[in-house]
């Protein structure tokens, strides 16, 4: 009996069933547009001006700021999200006001934005919860493209942080150069991108015994296109990873109808992605991703009828020039880490 006791406390064990594990919350966000009313000489922000293109006026502003505090306490629910990974905000002054002049200020998130060279001003930030995620240190990489028509593009940010546990997580921030000018034209800066990315995540693996590496983003390419497959080498979910491995944790669900979190002429895409390291889809380890899986937050108040194509669309800001009043015209993603202490 005594036996059969001590076989059964070890299969427990072994599923993580006797050290519960601390939910930790990730989302990521591109919120569209977050830019000032301010103008800044450096920068072409010339069409967000109260007297630009856009009539971005400080109503406007703040409009949108309380929109984004609301979605952000929203996918918080109960608790607010550990980590926020957020692009297209102009610079830190936009987040400075959402952390502390916006409803978002009672969540008490501190914060680190990259300096890019974008000629348009757009930057990536984080935000964190202090007593979740103690950072160590924050860099970021900027991107040089070969040739010398390519405009600069978004720096990726790295953040360094302990977790409860004492364990070390790595993260990034992306927001890969758009399509814009089309899908094939813009692919190899794309490439450059992941191929950076791909080499900061190698030296991690050479420098630790066991890195904790989390990518989040808005890559403008889907899970299965050659910078994310086969440049970063981001592979499907898997029952058996590869412990220093990358796993996109979209890859397996992209054929799943009216699944992604933008739409394009109709169609719904998987751009905005969470990447993880193999040891991450280990459920016994200290720090897992619960159910190896993420989400789309696809909340009722984020999305609007699509009269042009059908179903649902993400509620987006503007519309051109034409004010709607909306959130974004992405959708957030989110997920949970189960973290063991």
Known sequence: MTH??????????????IFPKDRFRVMFYNVENLFDTKDDSLKDDDQFLPDGFMRWTPWKYWD????????????????????????????????????????LRAQAYAYIVSDSPDERGIDVALLYQRHQFRLLESREYEVRFSGRNHRPTRNILHAVGNLINGDTLDVFVCHFPSRSEGQRETEPLRIAVAALLREKADSLFRMRENPYILIMGDFNDHPN?????????????????????????????????????????GRWEVLDQFIVSGN???????????DCNAQIFQADFLLEEDSRYYGKKPFRTNLGPRYLGGFSDHLPIYMDLGITY
């Open 64 to 103: 949108k700021q309380r929109n984004i505090a609301r979605v952000i306490t929203a996918i918080g629910g109960m608790q607010s999200p550990a980590l926020v990974g957020l692009c297209e905000v102009e610079n830190d002054s936009v987040i400075f006001d959402l952390t502390k002049r916006s409803p």
């Open 4 to 17: 059969r006791i001590a076989i059964l406390l070890f299969l427990l064990t072994a599923c993580g069933a």
């Open 225 to 265: 296109d050659k910078s994310l497959s086969r440049t970063l080498q981001a592979k499907r979910v898997t029952a058996r990873p590869n412990i220093r491995g990358l796993y996109n944790l979209f890859y397996h669900r992209m054929k799943e109808r009216d699944f992604g979190s933008y739409k394009y002429q």
């Open 280 to 290: 991450m889809l280990i459920e016994t380890d200290p720090i897992s991703i619960v």
